[in-house]
């Protein structure tokens, strides 16, 4: 795929999307859906048969930051591959992230571009739905620091 073959495949996606700004995931590489933001990366000189997806999943601003993190990365060690999606962290915006690479092909077209987009706003919202008690038993299942200075 080259860049203009791209930016014609974000037009189209973000119509079947029913984005206001058809021209905006071309232009800009970010698009939200189901109040999930999203940035695409395509370079066709680096890689011209991948693009690369960040969905944003939660800032981590909150006392559960070390807990989210250990979560997350319990989740790479399950499904530890680029296609199903990695956690990952952007520490410029204190944010964790999915990170998915979606390898394209000629025949790669824009209703399976919104599809994996779709899917994976899906995918973060059910997993930002289930951290609460994901951390309530990670919680359970360790000593504090607190417990592990009074123990020993």
Known sequence: MNEEKFIQLCMDTSFLLAQEDV?????????????????????EEIDSKEIVL???IVP????????ILSILMGMNLLN????????AFDPI????????????SS???SNQFAMILVDSATYVQQLCAQLPDLI?????????KNQILQSA
């Open 23 to 43: 021209e905006s995931l071309g232009k800009y590489g970010k698009i939200t859906i189901l109040n999930s933001a999203m940035t695409i990366f395509f370079d």
């Open 54 to 56: 960040y969905v944003d």
């Open 80 to 87: 530890n591959h680029a296609l199903l999606g990695v956690c």
């Open 136 to 144: 309530s038993n990670l919680k359970r299942s360790f000593p504090s």
């Open 107 to 109: 025949a790669f077209s």
């Open 93 to 104: 915006r204190n944010t964790a992230v999915l990170k998915k690479t979606i390898p394209i």
């Open 60 to 67: 981590l601003n909150n006392t559960d930051r070390e807990s």
